[in-house]
């Protein structure tokens, strides 16, 4: 009976070195599991944060071919327009240093002639103005003096119209001797 027992006693013993090879072997299996998890977590999240960082680098990506089409564009209308530029710059004859100064003497004598005859218009302006007033003035002494020359209806003295032709009218006594 010892020697069964002790046969059982080291299958048991097996057993037990078997169960506590297997506890491990399933601990390092949990360990692993959860370490597993972890880092599944950690690449989900990176997984996530790459897949935002793509669309955002996409929609910069879309941003950038729009500008760079538009900048090709604006380059081509301003090769158009240099070689416009270009064009006219070639054909435009720069004329001589003695053509400008001549030029601008005659402009700057010209300009002083305007300026003059700008000065003698006012001038003759004005005189006009004061000759039409004084045709106006001298107008209206002859209505008066024709209106007082002529007798009035009704009135039958003869000496009013003599002492009217007696006395000298404003405009004869305006007028220096000699003139007639």
């Given amino acids: 009976l010892r020697i069964q027992n002790r046969d059982y006693q080291e299958q048991i013993d097996e057993r037990i070195q078997e169960i506590l090879k297997l506890k491990v072997i399933a601990g390092d299996a949990v360990h692993c599991l959860h370490s597993t998890r972890n880092e599944q977590a950690d690449v989900m999240s990176e997984s996530e944060r ?64 305007l300026e003059s005859w700008q000065r003698k218009l006012h001038i003759s302006e004005l005189a006009v103005k004061s000759q039409q007033q004084k045709e106006l003035r001298l107008r209206r002494e002859l209505a008066q003096f024709t209106t007082a020359a002529s007798p009035v209806r009704g009135r039958h003295d003869d000496t009013w119209g003599r002492e009217q032709q007696a006395r000298p009218s404003r405009v004869q006594q305006r007028r220096p001797a000699g003139d007639d």
Avoid: F, G
Avoid at 72 to 98: A, G
């Fill in 50 to 113: 790459l897949r935002r960082l793509v669309a955002q680098r996409r929609e910069l990506l879309q941003q950038l071919t729009k500008e760079v089409q538009k900048t090709r564009r604006e380059c081509e209308e301003t090769k158009v327009e240099s070689l416009k530029l270009k064009k006219r710059s070639e054909d435009y004859k720069v004329p001589p240093v003695m053509t400008y100064i001549t030029t601008n003497a005659e402009l700057y004598e010209l300009t002083k002639k």
